[in-house]
């Protein structure tokens, strides 16, 4: 028994001294905010990383902590594409600090899956999305004219941090809590969980539901698919959309790209929404810096959901119409414009108050602010 421990202690030795003089590529991070980063998911151009290592395999690498010598979660994004976009890091950095992490040509421990997105063509043409900490939903053709119909971006609340939407829609009993949380959220004829829309003259343009979906990548720690739109008229103007979706590992919101185009030029005013249940005291957030939540009243034993929405510009205005409430702002013809819309659900463990959901979508606005640093070498 000595013996082999004798072993091990050497091994480990040699190791750790191979590990302090090899060579590496180098990543580091630095978060150069006041604030820690806690399990955030960022990105790094794959062609930095063939600048310093061109030899790499794709196959066949692992990033480390060179400090803790822990390895560090990653997925190659392909955004669609054949080749390798960016590498994607799943990383916790505290204020002021800097990160040093190691490429290392050797097999990576599989990464458990923390994003999920799919068309779902068994419910009538839903595409649904998740990840370790919510759920969503679009509504597709096959719904359009039904009483079921609805336009804006449906919420599934989760209390597990496991991925539900396939076994739910087996299931097919997703209004009820079975332990892992529900569908209760209802976006009737609103922009729902944060979607955008044209709005003129006081009124808002619905789209329609989306007519085609194509999955560009899929986990495990980023999903990313793009919904297309008919045509339709937005007040005797002929407007089409495609609306790029992605969720990331541990975060509540969606980032979402929106690019509209039609004839002409000039811009189109828009609102992104979030659907309201007409309480008298509502519990708001509306910052026309760029942010804007809402904490739904209590549902019965189902709970409460709090949806929101943050941009890295200052909104025209916000507004509470009777069903919904409403960030406005412009977009330009075929220039996308990128916001981040989400939920969070008060039995997920999380966020259990109006108080802590503000605050989080006014934290997130500041690190969209103060983005993590990153170089290669």
Known sequence: MKRIFHCIVLLLLFSSHAFAQQKYPTITIKNSSSANRVDVVVSIPWAQILKADPKIDTAKFLVMNKNTETEIPHQLEYKGEK?????????SAKAQESLVLLIFASKAKPVVAKTFARYVPERKDDFAWENDRIAFRMYGKALEKTSEDAYGIDVWVKSTEKLVVND?????????????GLDYYSVG???GAGSMAPYLNNKVYYSGNYRTSKVLDNGPLR?????????????????????TISIDAGSQLNKIENVYSWSGSGSLPVAIGLATRGEKDMKALQDQSGVIGYWEPVHGADGITGVGAVSGKSFTSTLAEPKQLLALTEVKNNIPYVYYAGAAWNKGGRIADETSWFKYLKEFQQQLKTPLKITVK
């Open 189 to 191: 004829f609103t922009l």
């Open 83 to 91: 080749i390798v976009q960016n590498l994607l890091l799943q990383v």
């Open 223 to 243: 999903s990313t698919f793009q919904l297309t739109y008919d045509e339709w008229d937005v007040a005797g103007k002929k407007v089409k959309v495609t609306k």
């Open 168 to 180: 739910r829609y087996k299931k097919n009993d997703y209004h009820k809590d079975h332990g892992d």
